[in-house]
T-cell receptor
Framework: RKEVEQDPGPFNVPEGATVAFNCTYSNSASQSFFWYRQDCRKEPKLLMS???SGNEDGRFTAQLNRASQYISLLIRDSKLSDSATYLC????????????FGTGTQLKVEL | GAVVSQHPSWVICKSGTSVKIECRSL??????MFWYRQFPKQSLMLMAT?????????EQGVEKDKFLINHASLTLSTLTVTSAHPEDSSFYICSASGSDRGGWNEQFFGPGTRLTVL
């Protein structure tokens, strides 16, 4: 079983739609959780951290359920510029500062 | 965020040659640098972690004699792919973290180097 699992997609949604991505992680000892965004042929960029209480940053909302080892990302009022691959990332699986990346979920926002 | 550069951006080489990739932290001291590899439609896979002035720690399955890592200063780490073969063709990305940047030892990623071995 992969340490971090995501549905690869692609998810094709119309502009303005609300879309949600899910992620599960296998190691209950994982400490920190993040969503990164990666554009084609580019490096990943931190989108937001994920906290147990849930957190929001503009149109983006992240949720963490430690009991179920489940992380989600909700994007409201999606824009064309949101088209990218969204990577679920877990820190602390191997100890220290190591990040473990999911394979990513591809989002395509269309007119 | 902090700035991390990588050079070259892309490289095409013949099988059997060695390729060196540089990763630099431009505006902070990177006590730790990480090297990742990403094959098409796959996740970033950590290859090794290097701390300035000490030997790199390689992940399971990564050949340390093939992927030579040097982290001689707080702003520079290099990855040398020795005797590259077509199966080494991939997107290589470095990241850097330092105690003076980022509240949780955030990793700042370089733009990546696309290696194609013919």
């Amino acid at each position: 079983r992969k340490e971090v699992e995501q549905d690869p997609g692609p998810f094709n949604v119309p502009e303005g739609a609300t879309v949600a991505f899910n992620c599960t992680y296998s190691n209950s000892a994982s400490q920190s959780f993040f969503w990164y965004r990666q554009d084609c042929r580019k490096e990943p960029k931190l989108l937001m951290s994920v906290y147990s209480s849930g957190n929001e940053d503009g149109r983006f909302t992240a949720q963490l359920n430690r009991a179920s080892q489940y992380i989600s990302l909700l994007i409201r009022d999606s824009k064309l510029s949101d088209s990218a691959t969204y990577l679920c990332v877990v820190k602390g699986t191997g100890g220290g500062n190591k990040l473990t990346f999911g394979t990513g979920t591809q989002l395509k926002v269309e007119l | 965020g902090a700035v991390v550069s990588q050079h070259p951006s892309w490289v095409i080489c013949k099988s059997g040659t060695s390729v060196k990739i540089e990763c630099r932290s431009l505006d902070f001291q990177a006590t730790t640098m990480f090297w990742y590899r990403q094959f098409p439609k796959q996740s970033l896979m950590l290859m090794a972690t290097s701390n300035e002035g000490s030997k790199a720690t390689y992940e399971q399955g990564v050949e340390k004699d093939k992927f030579l890592i040097n982290h001689a200063s707080l702003t520079l780490s290099t990855l040398t792919v020795t005797s590259a073969h077509p199966e080494d063709s991939s997107f290589y990305i470095c990241s850097a973290s330092g105690s003076d940047r980022g509240g949780w030892n955030e990793q700042f990623f370089g733009p990546g180097t696309r290696l194609t071995v013919l």
